[in-house]
């Protein structure tokens, strides 16, 4: 007979918790009775309760074959199945026991989970809507039923269930994270935020609240709130990847770049396949200038996840500033095969293409990228930039840059977002002019060249200066220009609307734009309109197309009066130059001419490639052609992209052993590239700009074929101020005719050469007192006929 005694006994330990003992005594009632159900039951529950599902399933079994029939033992069987990850077998015993009873919640409760961890999801919602339907107050079964609708993307539908969980349990943290989170993948920030915070409060110590909200915080521009709240939760939940990867986009954002590197590896060492930490990585440690090390961070993410695009475009990108365009080229045809119409991958392979002197492409791929996507600001003004290496029209250059205000601009002074008008200018008694200028090449950059000598001879007095800097790693330029400013703003991690808004507290009255559609530009940040005056300067040469941007600053040889009406902006003259060059370095100086001691003369364009045409190929073939000495020194990448420029050479009649390529190289050896040339030639439609003041810098004349936009017609304006002007051809002939003349004068050319320095540093172009005052005339004199005609107003 069975030992009633010994059952009670092992029950009495079971229910204390003394899992050991009780299995003792269980087993041992097996022993004197093999077929005592209840107590094999009880070894089930013993194996659930230790997470051993496996041994529960063979005690039930064991039992249900002596009692087949039992509930208990099919509902405990069901659920060692599905502890056990065997969800199907669980689904068909649920099934089974629901035909019995279908009245149970629990019944209908277990069944939905187990065929939502199948992902047969509609079933699964069916099952959810019976538990609510039996017991209306389930938050959970509510909650559940909304997670699922939301994997069917039944968005309403799942926000309806998130709210009846709320109505059934208002603090319910599992349904308010839920429904924060729905509401902020529909763009619902504001809601969002309420519903997360809620959570929040609901749970102070719950990771997955804490991360979420920091998450959106972050995405709301509030990553100084976010940041205590994810560090919180890595302290709460130091195993958690997806805590420490949140934490490093969040310390990203503020700029902390060696703390969010830190908290990548982190995550890395929890889930090595953490494919977005990785890539995110990459971009740390790129921006710290660990390039090195970001590449691996990248290959990293991509071994992980090998269809990841974004990491294919980042990788490419390093690739591209580390000059290694073929790499460059194959990441990101590698990325167009997964993704063939992703936007950002067009441009990306865009700059790629005009980096490497393929033009055409380059701007057949920007005008890709923004229809796939028009909303891609950064594309759009690639091309519209692009366009002026093409371009020998401003008319085709203006109605892009008006297509591009259409589309970007338009839309802000529409008022999809909210606007400050800036205060009217007035013409208060001994005001100082707060002039702000914006760019985030304050660095070791061409840009320096010209804002050292503008910011080291402003005159203080009467202007205070703002930088507004984007620089992601200052260095020592950095630090030497801000000595020239009364007030330095660090502004790298705001976006343009926060940028616009600080700017306007700041009460600033004319802002000066340095960069607008090249690289790291804030276009958006002036269609905002923070400041009474507008004005557009320096690196980018032609028209923005952007209206809430008053003037750009030109001279009278780069922008003839009928130059006027190629621009959206009213156009201010500078009385010499549009350049004032400070080359930053006495060395090295200039060598005699090449050309005495090779016996040949040599030209040379140490342009970007972007500006080899195949129309400046045709004019200097004809220059070639007729001094069949002569040889070239030409700046081109290495690799397949140098390859295609010199069958293009070729193609337009250039021999091309007798050119000698450079690579892009360090400012230092850059010029002294330059001992090896004795001529320079200019590219057309797109004159040398920076390019041509170095090559004369360093004793090398140039003779340019004048332009008919501002962008071709720069090589006449340094040569007028320098008193060359019969360097500057009008006409293709002429180019010829002035290139081989000189070409054949080395008297000539040797006595350039040891002047065109001194001739330099006495023009306008090296006269920084004189630019400043020019410059603030400008100002001064736009600012006063705004304030006359708001008086009048």
Same mark, same amino acid.
């Given at each position: ?27 041992? /009632? ?28 063979? &005690? ?81 079964? &509510? ?72 998450? /959106? ?62 890539? *995110? ?20 993410? +991509? ?10 475009? *980042? ?16 990441? +990101? ?13 067009? *441009? *990306? ?24 996507? $028009? ?28 297509? &591009? ?93 926060? +940028? ?36 557009? &300067? ?44 400070? $080359? ?161 004068d080395l008297p000539r050319l040797a006595a350039l050469r040891a002047t065109l320095r001194a001739r330099m540093e006495v023009s306008p172009l090296m006269d920084g007192a004189r630019f400043a005052r020019a410059v603030e005339t400008a100002f001064s004199s736009m600012w006063s006929a705004a304030a006359s005609r708001a008086e009048r107003t």
């Open positions: 007979m069975p030992d009633a005694s010994l059952f009670d006994r092992a029950s009495e330990r079971h229910f204390a918790g003394d899992l050991p003992h009780a299995r003792q005594l269980y087993l041992e /009632l097996l022993n004197t009775d093999a077929a005592h159900a209840a107590a094999m039951f009880r070894l089930a529950v013993i194996g659930l309760q230790e997470g051993a599902p496996d041994e529960a399933t063979g &005690w039930l079994e064991r039992a249900l074959a002596i009692e087949p029939g039992h509930r208990r033992y099919r509902e405990a069987l069901a659920q060692a199945h599905a502890m056990a990850g065997r969800h199907g077998a669980a689904a068909t015993l649920y099934h089974a026991l629901l035909a019995e009873d279908a009245a149970s919640a629990d019944l209908w409760f277990a069944l939905a989970t187990a065929l939502q961890a199948q992902g047969r999801l509609s079933e699964a919602v069916e099952a959810w809507r019976a538990v609510v339907q039996r017991e209306a107050q389930r938050a959970d079964a &509510w909650n559940n039923l909304g997670n699922c609708l939301r994997l069917l993307d039944h968005a309403d539908a799942s926000r309806d269930a998130y709210t009846r969980a709320l109505e059934a349990q208002p603090g319910d943290a599992n349904a308010l994270t839920n429904l924060g989170t729905l509401l902020q993948a529909q763009g619902r920030d504001d809601e969002a935020l309420a519903m997360l915070r809620a959570a929040h409060l609901a749970a102070p110590d719950s990771a997955s609240a804490l991360v979420n909200l920091g998450v /959106l915080l972050t995405r709301m521009q509030q990553a100084h709130e976010a940041a205590p709240l994810l560090a919180r939760a890595v302290a709460i939940e130091p195993h958690l990847a997806h805590a420490a990867y949140n934490y490093g986009v969040t310390l990203q954002a503020l700029g902390r770049l060696d703390e969010a590197a830190a908290q990548y590896r982190q995550a890395l060492s929890l889930d090595p396949a953490h494919a977005e930490a990785a890539n *995110n990585l990459g971009n740390a440690l790129r921006d710290l200038g660990e390039h090195r090390a970001a590449q691996d961070a990248y290959e990293t993410a +991509l071994r992980a996840r090998p269809d990841f695009v974004d990491a294919y475009n *980042n990788a490419a990108n390093l690739m591209r500033t580390l000059g290694r365009l073929d790499d460059a080229h194959a990441l +990101l045809r590698r990325a167009l095969d997964l993704d063939p119409a992703r936007s950002a991958t067009l *441009n *990306n392979l865009g700059n790629v293409l005009k980096d490497s002197g393929d033009l055409d492409e380059g701007i057949a791929c920007f005008r890709r990228a923004v229809a796939s996507e $028009p909303g891609n600001v950064i594309a759009h003004g690639n091309l519209l930039y692009a366009l002026s290496f093409q371009a020998s029209d401003a008319g085709e250059i203006l109605e892009e840059a008006q297509r &591009w205000s259409a589309r970007h601009e338009a839309p802000l002074r529409a008022g999809r977002e909210p606007a400050v008008t800036p205060p009217a200018p007035t013409l208060a008694a001994g005001k100082r002019l707060r002039i702000g200028y914006v760019s985030a090449d304050f660095r070791e950059h061409c840009q320096a060249l010209f804002m050292t000598p503008l910011l080291a001879h402003h005159d203080r007095t009467r202007f205070e200066i703002h930088a507004y800097s984007s620089v992601v790693r200052p260095d020592a330029r950095t630090a030497r220009l801000a000595e020239w400013v009364d007030v330095w703003h660090d502004v790298r991690t705001l976006d343009d609307a926060a +940028l616009a808004q600080r700017i306007r507290a700041d009460g600033i009255d004319i802002l000066v734009d340095l960069t607008m559609h090249m690289a790291d530009g804030r276009p958006l940040l002036f269609a905002r309109k923070p400041a009474p005056l507008q004005v557009a &300067w320096l690196a980018y040469p032609g028209t923005t197309g952007i209206g809430a941007i008053d003037w750009r600053l030109t001279d009278p040889h780069l922008d003839p009066l009928a130059h006027d009406a190629h621009y959206t902006e009213r156009t201010w003259r500078l009385p010499d130059t549009f350049w004032c060059y400070d $080359p930053l370095a006495a060395q090295p100086e200039p060598n005699a001419l090449p050309a005495e001691s090779a016996g040949h003369v040599t030209f040379g364009s140490l342009n970007n490639p972007c500006k080899l045409t195949d129309t400046t190929f045709r004019l200097w073939a004809r220059v070639f052609e007729r001094l069949p000495t002569a040889r070239l020194v030409l700046l081109a990448p290495e690799g397949d992209a140098r390859r295609r420029i010199g069958q293009r050479m070729a193609h337009a009649g250039i021999d091309v052993t007798r050119v000698v390529f450079v690579p892009f190289r360090a400012r230092d050896a850059y010029l002294r590239s330059y001992h090896e040339i004795d001529i320079g030639l200019d590219t057309l439609p797109y004159n040398g700009h920076t390019t041509s003041l170095d090559a004369l810098w360093m004793g090398v004349p140039v003779v340019t074929r004048v332009g008919a936009t501002v962008a071709g017609r720069a090589g006449l304006s340094q040569l007028a101020n320098l008193g060359l002007s019969e360097l500057a051809a009008a006409s293709d002939e002429s180019f010829v005719e002035t290139a081989v003349a000189l070409a054949q």
